[in-house]
């Protein structure tokens, strides 16, 4: 198995704008995308000055940027002004604000206005499916399943991703992500179920080199790292 081989679309999901422009050389990264609590890890102090700076520096491929806002009414406004900072740009919205309020009722609003939706941290079918519907009659937009989190309760996302995809199939203008994947193998499952795009972190990136590696290798790899730690370290009995 190898990366080019793959269908599903990878796009890099972080803030820090050096790794962006470095990772948009890369032809296999398809598109990009952000949160809050990613641009506050990367120091991001100015929210619409780093998009902007992002936008300019990658001006060929989408890139989401989420509101923040925790009223409904407020989060319709931003999603427009960050929907008029680039052609490419979609808008990340919560499937709920903090108080479980849900966004759904937006999204018909949004798409009628030419926004393109990202609706984020979707876990279950219900949500999915609410969010397919209103956005029926979009622009291109995302639906993005936190399989990596419905994972960590120890539930399987494959059969859930699978479903999510037979919901949104009359509707082929929306594209299914799995988001917060956990290890490489989410990315070959992801493309085995048919899921259009799976995001994923710097630090997973930077695991691909090993996709279809040959296992014996791996193994004298990795007893050769344990060797020279013990050395480096000067360990001795």
Not at 146 to 174: K, N, S, W, Y
Not at 192 to 202: K, R
Request: aromatic residues 6%.
């Amino acid at each position: 198995m190898t990366l080019p081989s793959l269908r599903i679309k990878l796009f890099a999901d972080g803030a820090d704008l050096p790794g962006m422009i470095e990772a948009a050389r890369n032809p296999a990264i398809r598109g990009f995308t952000t949160n809050p609590t990613l641009m506050r890890k990367a120091g991001v102090t100015d929210y619409e000055a780093f998009a902007r700076a992002a936008i300019a520096a990658i001006p060929d491929r989408p890139i989401s940027f989420e509101v923040f806002s925790d009223e409904l009414e407020e989060m319709e406004e931003q999603a427009r002004r960050i929907a008029g900072w680039g052609r490419d740009v979609y808008v990340k919205l919560p499937i709920t604000n903090t108080r479980g309020q849900s966004i759904i009722p937006l999204l018909p609003r949004l798409g009628a206005a030419g926004v393109k939706c990202n609706v984020t941290a979707i876990m279950t079918l219900d949500q999915l499916q609410a969010a397919s519907a209103a956005l029926a009659g979009a622009p291109p937009c995302c639906l993005s399943i936190f399989a990596g989190r419905i994972a960590d309760t120890g539930i399987d996302p494959v059969p859930v991703m699978r479903r999510a995809l037979e919901i949104m199939a009359p509707h082929p203008h929306q594209e299914l992500i799995w988001a917060s994947p956990r290890e490489v193998l989410n990315l070959i499952q992801a493309d085995a179920v048919g899921c259009h795009i799976i995001t994923m972190t710097s630090d997973l990136l930077a695991k691909l080199g090993s996709l279809g590696k040959n296992l014996d290798r791996f193994s004298l790899e990795t007893v050769q790292m344990f060797r020279n730690d013990a050395v480096a370290a000067g360990y001795s009995l």
